[in-house]
T-cell receptor, first 115, second 113 residues
Framework: EAQVTQNPRYLITVTGKKLTVTCSQN?????MSWYRQDPGLGLRQIYY???????DKGDVPEGYKVSRKEKRNFPLILESPSPNQTSLYFC??????????????FGSGTQLSVL | GESVGLHLPTLSVQEGDNSIINCAYS??????FIWYKQESGKGPQFIID?????DKRQGQRVTVLLNKTVKHLSLQIAATQPGDSAVYFC????????????FGSGTQLTVLP
């Protein structure tokens, strides 16, 4: 089954404790992206990757890092989480960035709480 | 900056009735729009899209209307079913890349029995 898998689904942590949210897709997609979803603000893009070893900042990259060493994986790293990073996070992928969003596949989300 | 927004945060409809979800956009340069459905505990799923050279597009039980004059987008769901209960949000695209999607904040649709 074609899917984007995120782990964990829920995570509670404390300020300053490094964490990684994993994202994996099994569709051989080139394009991958991370979003955060906050009430009243909609999805905002954190980072995206056009292909292996090619990543770039989205609209709200501060406090986050990503890597794309393999095509299928695109982990989101919070080196020193802060309470304002409490949010619902989504990973998404598409065959290429040439699509306009209609071919974006989303994961089920990771609810992160930073105390 | 310019953003996509929604008129109402919640909408309740009786099962079998038609639903209309609205979206206002402010960037006149947007030329492609998408509606997504997000069920509880799941990621967004594509429903229907429309390009700016169209006024209307129909899918299965869903219709999207685009009014470029007033920068307004709507999603109509015919004969609403319990499975339609979800958050619906629109997104606009400028520039032809998934990188340049701007998402609205969403409307919670609740279908009443």
């Amino acid at each position: 089954e074609a899917q984007v898998t995120q782990n964990p689904r829920y995570l509670i942590t404390v300020t300053g404790k490094k964490l990684t949210v994993t994202c994996s897709q099994n569709m051989n997609h080139e394009y991958m992206s991370w979003y955060r979803q906050d009430p009243g603000l909609g999805l905002r893009q954190i980072y995206y990757s056009m292909n292996v070893e090619v990543t770039d900042k989205g609209d709200v990259p501060e406090g986050y890092k990503v890597s794309r060493k393999e095509k299928r994986n695109f982990p989101l790293i919070l080196e020193s989480p802060s309470p304002n990073q409490t949010s619902l996070y989504f990973c998404a992928s598409s065959l290429s960035a040439g699509g306009r969003g209609e071919k974006l596949f989303f994961g089920s989300g990771t609810q992160l709480s930073v105390l | 900056g310019e953003s996509v927004g929604l008129h109402l945060p919640t909408l309740s409809v009786q099962e079998g009735d038609n639903s209309i979800i609205n979206c206002a956009y402010s960037n006149s340069a947007s030329d492609y729009f998408i509606w997504y459905k997000q069920e509880s505990g799941k990621g967004p799923q594509f429903i229907i899209d429309i390009r700016s050279n169209m006024d209307k597009r129909q899918g299965q039980r869903v219709t999207v209307l685009l009014n470029k004059t007033v920068k307004h987008l709507s999603l109509q769901i015919a004969a609403t079913q319990p499975g339609d209960s979800a958050v619906y949000f629109c997104a606009e695209n400028i520039g032809g890349s998934a990188r340049q999607l701007t998402f609205g904040s969403g409307t919670q649709l609740t279908v009443l029995p």
